[in-house]
Protein backbone atom coordinates (compact mmCIF):
# COMPACT_ATOMS: atom_id res chain seq x y z
CA UNK A 1 0.00 0.00 0.00
CA UNK A 2 2.51 2.35 0.97
CA UNK A 3 4.32 1.84 -2.66
CA UNK A 4 1.07 2.70 -4.28
CA UNK A 5 0.94 5.44 -2.23
CA UNK A 6 4.40 7.02 -3.28
CA UNK A 7 3.67 6.19 -6.92
CA UNK A 8 0.51 7.88 -6.47
CA UNK A 9 2.22 10.96 -4.67
CA UNK A 10 4.67 10.81 -7.64
CA UNK A 11 2.11 11.08 -10.41
CA UNK A 12 0.71 14.00 -8.82
CA UNK A 13 3.68 15.78 -8.17
CA UNK A 14 4.79 15.36 -11.98
CA UNK A 15 1.56 16.84 -13.12
CA UNK A 16 1.76 19.79 -10.82
CA UNK A 17 4.99 20.63 -11.88
CA UNK A 18 3.88 19.47 -15.98
CA UNK A 19 1.14 22.13 -15.06
CA UNK A 20 3.68 24.90 -14.28
CA UNK A 21 6.38 24.17 -16.76
CA UNK A 22 3.79 24.56 -19.56
CA UNK A 23 2.59 27.46 -17.85
CA UNK A 24 5.94 28.97 -17.59
CA UNK A 25 6.77 28.32 -20.94
CA UNK A 26 3.85 30.36 -22.33
CA UNK A 27 4.31 32.64 -19.95
CA UNK A 28 7.82 33.73 -20.92
CA UNK A 29 6.31 33.23 -24.42
CA UNK A 30 4.15 35.97 -24.37
CA UNK A 31 6.44 37.87 -22.43
CA UNK A 32 8.84 37.86 -25.73
CA UNK A 33 6.17 39.05 -27.96
CA UNK A 34 5.29 41.87 -25.36
CA UNK A 35 9.18 42.76 -25.33
CA UNK A 36 9.16 42.38 -29.65
CA UNK A 37 6.60 45.22 -29.44
CA UNK A 38 8.01 47.08 -27.32
CA UNK A 39 10.84 47.42 -28.81
CA UNK A 40 8.89 48.74 -32.64
CA UNK A 41 7.11 51.14 -30.98
Known sequence: ???LT???INI???KIVDN???NT???SE???KA???DSKT
Open 25 to 27: IEI
Open 1 to 3: MEL
Open 6 to 8: DFS
Open 30 to 32: KEK
Open 35 to 37: RAL
Open 20 to 22: YTS
Open 12 to 14: IVF
